[in-house]
């Protein structure tokens, strides 16, 4: 391989925070100590939006809120908020840092998609399976070290899956295999795995006896195994709400994935308040399994949904590719989606009323069309056309993340003694969800950033890198 290498190399450009992804690019506020004042509050926690908070920040953590905060010093950068609401920094837990560029490839836009999941508001988010092998955990590390902006991410390994057509996966022999990986992997620094549609159960069993070894967590977007199976085996989480489920196929084999169409008509037909799906709640909600809702790629599959926000970041060959999509999708009146996305909904709602931790992200793949930051807005929204109200939305985009990620001492609410993780949008999201798309800044541990200058930095090239 042949590296160009276009910036300026190894002399001040090396130095900590400095190049293009530099954090410094996009800070609007930096300050030691901070007061957010009269703003709306709305804290994760599923409580009720308070009005006229201040928020004080001190090195990167919230030491004070109310309505009338105490020795907020003379020194502090005060910011007024009136008319403005804040919001914990998102907790969203199926991101990817790889988009679909067309003949099955997957191209590889960590440097892009970083600032876009910032820009939108995400300030902690778990990759749901990567297609690169390093590049998540090197852009964790160089986040973490504040030599580029982004959110806190929590590395996922290549996918763990049998064999298939994907060229970017490995495909695992057998049981020993998996564990192997799993070892090389945690070694490598990811701190999350994810199991695919052709594993098998024993590989599973092995790769999830492996990553709760080392006190990691695993999740699957399965199909091979079922969901009910996938919980006895002990596993964490599984991904796109109950869409991925093969738990009802009359004649399904051990192990063996069914044609996708087979298990999605039998979600389809599905009745959420019938025996069978209420059992298999049960199961799932008894072994403390979670389950990722996805809705914004099924959306962009359905026919007569709008087109998704944020295109206009993508490089144009790729923004021209998913119209044709879109124009396709929505001529294709026989679209299972058109009854799926509903019956989606529908049973992620039974499953978080039954007390199971429902959790939220917006998988940038399938045909395209959904783009990092603009589409975890508009997951949020989908949950509330789900069913949620758009405060608890919010929490299933915050709070419940960062509790099954076990981070919520730190973030996923607006407590004290929290990190300033938050975003300021214009308007009242509490009322009206859609303004969750007004965000005017992003802090992430205390520095707030621009996500006008985050994104104007990648328009038009997010394709490209
Ligand atoms: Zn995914």
Not at 43 to 56: C, K, S, V
Not at 187 to 199: D, L, R, V
Not at 266 to 291: Q, S, W, Y
Not at 374 to 396: D, H, K, W
């Amino acid at each position: 391989m042949i590296l160009v290498v276009l910036a300026v190399c190894c002399g001040a450009s090396a130095q900590r925070g400095a190049g293009p992804a530099a954090p410094a690019n996009f800070v609007k506020i930096d300050a030691p100590v901070i007061a957010l004042a009269h703003a709306r509050v709305v804290d994760g926690t599923g409580a009720p939006p308070r009005e006229n908070q201040t928020i004080l920040i001190r090195n990167g953590t919230i030491t004070g809120i109310g309505e009338t905060v105490r020795d907020i010093p003379s020194e502090a950068t005060v910011v007024d908020l009136a008319g403005k609401t804040v919001l914990p920094g998102f907790v969203m837990v199926h991101e990817h840092l790889y988009y679909p560029t067309g003949a099955a490839i997957y191209g590889q836009l960590g440097e892009s998609f970083t600032r876009l999941y910032l820009a939108g508001g995400v300030t902690t988010m778990r990759t749901g399976g990567n297609t690169n092998g390093v590049m998540d955990l090197n852009l964790k590390r160089q986040i973490d070290a504040g030599l580029r902006a982004g959110p806190s991410i929590d590395a996922t390994a290549p996918y763990l899956n049998g064999p298939s057509s994907t060229l970017q996966m490995h495909t695992l022999k057998d049981a020993d295999d998996a564990r192997r990986q799993v070892g090389y992997w945690a070694e490598m620094g990811a701190t999350s795995f994810k199991a695919y549609m052709q594993i098998t159960r024993a590989e599973l069993a092995a790769a999830i006896a492996e990553v709760h070894k080392r006190r990691l967590k695993i999740t699957g977007h399965l199909c091979s195994v079922t969901y009910a199976e996938a919980a006895d085996l002990g596993i964490d989480d599984l991904e796109h709400g109950f869409l991925a489920a093969t738990d009802f196929v009359a004649d399904k084999k051990p192990d063996d994935c069914p044609a996708q169409g087979a298990g999605q008509r039998t979600i389809a037909a599905l009745d959420e308040t019938g025996e069978p799906f209420k059992a298999l709640v049960r199961n799932l909600v008894d072994k403390h399994v979670a389950l990722t809702s996805t809705m914004t790629v099924f959306e962009t599959l359905t026919p007569g949904r709008p087109m998704p926000p944020g295109l206009d970041v993508l490089l144009p060959e790729l923004k021209q590719q998913f119209e044709q999509n879109y124009a396709r999708t929505a001529q294709n009146r026989e679209s299972i989606y058109k009854t799926l996305l509903p019956k989606g909904m529908a049973l992620e709602r039974a499953f978080a009323r039954a007390g199971g931790l429902l959790i939220a992200g917006t998988d940038p793949t399938g045909g395209g069309g959904v783009i990092p930051g603009y589409s975890n807005q508009r997951q949020l929204e989908l949950l509330v056309e789900e069913g949620f109200t758009p405060v608890e939305a919010i929490m299933i985009g915050t709070f419940n993340g960062a509790t099954y990620l076990g981070r919520d001492s730190q973030v996923g609410s607006i407590v004290v003694g929290k990190q300033a993780d938050l975003v300021i949008v214009a308007g009242d999201p509490s009322k009206t969800i859609a303004d969750v798309r007004n965000v005017e800044t992003v802090f992430k541990k205390g520095v707030g950033y621009d996500p006008q200058k985050l994104i104007e930095s990648v328009r038009g090239r997010v394709g490209l890198w």
